[in-house]
């Protein structure tokens, strides 16, 4: 069975071995990603322990425990912590990013170097066409052209269609990992204000908002609506 694969796969040609190189290389992107994604933090801890976390910064664990703690200590206005929340988004989402970006690219040349195998497969047909020769050997040339000429694209095609649906549920991970830091940043800004009475000093990049709301100690924070992923 593995003699007859390896016999299929090389009468696509040359191609085939780069097209099973990338295949390789985007299988695993994709499945690291997916892991390191799955075993981020904010997928196993509850929404009520994180924000006891924020309401005792000593007492966070973890990679969430550490984010509370930075954006927490020292911090002398609530634009302050805002600030170290987009510092938080540029470490931990732009790499996230990139691997996508790398899967896409993947994804995006698989068929392209699947219709270089096409235009090399019609280069043989086309050869053994003008070569003549007698019947046998012309019917074997031109079957060799045409494996050549419609496997490769074949194979293309069924290395992007999975990269694509790696693409979007990842996409998808990424997006409920960005909502769970808004959602983070938005509690604790609310929390240190109506518990500390920090004022809100917005940073150069940020917008200024009117300080004359307060929220009183005992009421009850509102959290920001979540659209379902």
Not at 42 to 53: F, G, I, L, Q, S
Not at 82 to 111: K, M, W, Y
Not at 179 to 208: H, K, M, N
Request: with cysteine; net charge neutral.
């Amino acid at each position: 069975m593995i003699e007859r694969i390896l016999h299929i796969w090389a009468t696509g040609g040359w191609v085939m071995w780069p097209l099973l190189a990338q295949a390789v290389m985007m299988f695993f992107t994709a499945v690291k990603l997916w892991l390191e994604l799955g075993r981020r933090q904010y997928r196993r801890v509850d929404e009520a322990t994180w924000k006891t976390w924020v309401r005792k910064p000593e007492k966070g664990q973890g990679e969430i425990g550490e984010v509370i703690r930075y954006t927490q200590e020292e911090a002398r206005s609530v634009g302050e912590i805002s600030t170290r929340f987009a510092e938080v988004n540029a470490l931990t989402l732009p790499p996230i990013d990139r691997q996508i970006q790398t899967l896409g690219t993947f994804v995006a040349a698989a068929p392209l170097v699947g219709l270089l195998g096409t235009v090399f497969g019609m280069l043989v047909t086309f050869q053994a066409l003008s070569a003549g020769g007698g019947g046998g050997q012309l019917t074997e040339a031109l079957a060799a052209g045409i494996s050549q000429a419609l496997f490769p694209p074949e194979v293309g095609l069924c290395i992007a269609l999975p990269g694509l649906i790696f693409i979007q549920l990842l996409k998808r991970r990424r997006q409920e990992f960005e909502v769970f830091l808004a959602r983070l940043e938005s509690y604790t800004v609310q929390w240190c204000r109506a518990q500390t009475g920090l004022p809100f000093i917005p940073s150069p990049d940020q917008p200024a908002v009117p300080t004359d709301a307060t929220v009183p100690a005992n009421a009850a924070i509102p959290m920001p609506a979540v659209q379902p992923a």
